[in-house]
């Protein structure tokens, strides 16, 4: 059985005026446009969430673009495809826009989409480079690092540290060390695609990468509080050593898979396509709040589209706090 501890779950949002700032992430998003998927579903239950309460920036949390990232020659369709057809509530408009024959008129100028590349977008060779470089012309505010580990101020106090996973664990962990410690903070989320939790990895073979990154973070000597992937199809929450951070998984951005054996340390898990939803909570002192949203397997046609499956409260400290625990299969 996975604890999952669980606070205002049901579809009651809370109020929107106690957050200081706000985002959605969701990753996993990029099936092809000959698939049947459900990234509509998931992108009109996104829509219905902002609407009851409005975010500033969209987080994608990698596989952007399937099966083997973003080519050349399907620019135009894929874009339109993944990103402004099912997200033109949160897309500006780029100059070459006009090439993607949308119907996507963005009513006001939104806050950035950022965005972390995973395993899919690295199998063709230009995927990386075009969606760090390209993507842009026709998405204003899409915005992939060209750096492997990068770090991004959201607000004042906040910071995304964002890293291209299939990068890193190949690489030098120091260098997410160095960014860790470098991000003023005092808030710090970490983004990635492949989940960075000690003991996780051992289907992809890279659970003995990804304990040298978590011990990488560990000697930073700060606390990340928040630890944000995609790469598993559904949504899963960690809590992760001494109750000292939250890791969410919430990879179901087009279709759901069953949920696998993984550490310890998880307390929940649904097999559910969905996504986060993380604010800062405008609090003294302040609060970090993370919900687990489920979204219907089909696009809605009326009402309560979704489901808040967990919520969580995380302190500057890292402790991980909630109030009326729940048990979930």
Not at 27 to 35: I, N, Q, R, V
Not at 70 to 82: D, F, S
Not at 197 to 212: L, M
Request: a negative charge.
């Amino acid at each position: 059985m996975l604890a999952a501890f669980a606070i205002g779950c049901g579809n009651d949002p809370g109020p929107r005026g106690d957050e200081r700032y706000a985002f959605l992430a969701l990753g996993d998003t990029g099936l092809p446009p000959s698939s049947h998927d459900g990234q509509r579903a998931v992108a009109s239950a996104l829509a219905f969430e902002d609407q009851l309460r409005p975010v500033e920036s969209l987080v994608l949390l990698g596989d952007n673009f399937y099966p083997r990232g973003l080519e050349r020659g399907e620019l135009a369709q894929r874009i339109r495809h993944n990103l402004v057809s099912p997200y033109c509530r949160f897309v500006s408009l780029g100059p070459r826009s006009t090439e993607l024959d949308t119907s996507c008129s963005p009513t006001r100028k939104r806050g950035p989409i950022w965005a972390v590349l995973g395993n899919h977008d690295h199998e063709d060779p230009e995927s990386a480079l075009l969606q760090r470089t390209v993507v842009g012309d026709f998405v204003a505010n899409w915005h992939v690092p060209a750096e492997s580990v990068a770090v991004r101020s959201l607000a004042a106090g906040i910071q995304l540290i964002l890293v291209d996973s299939q990068e890193l664990l190949r690489g030098d962990p120091a260098r997410l060390a160095r960014a860790v410690a470098e991000a003023p903070g005092p808030w710090r989320i970490l983004v990635a695609h492949i989940p960075l939790v000690a003991g996780y990895g051992e289907r992809d073979g890279v659970t003995e990468a990804i304990h040298g990154v978590t011990e990488a973070i560990a000697r930073s000597g700060v606390p990340v509080q928040l630890t944000l992937a995609g790469h598993e199809h559904n949504l899963q929450a960690f809590v992760l050593e001494d109750r000292k951070g939250l890791a969410i998984i919430a990879g179901g951005g087009s279709n759901a898979r069953k949920i696998h054996p993984g550490p310890g340390n998880r307390v929940f898990a649904e097999e559910s396509r969905g996504f986060a939803r993380v604010a800062i909570l405008a609090t003294e002192p302040e609060r970090m709040r993370v919900e687990l949203i489920a979204a219907p397997k089909l696009e809605w046609p009326g009402a309560a589209p979704i489901r808040r499956v967990a919520t969580y409260e995380v302190a500057l400290s890292g402790d991980v706090n909630a109030s009326g625990p729940s048990v979930r299969p």
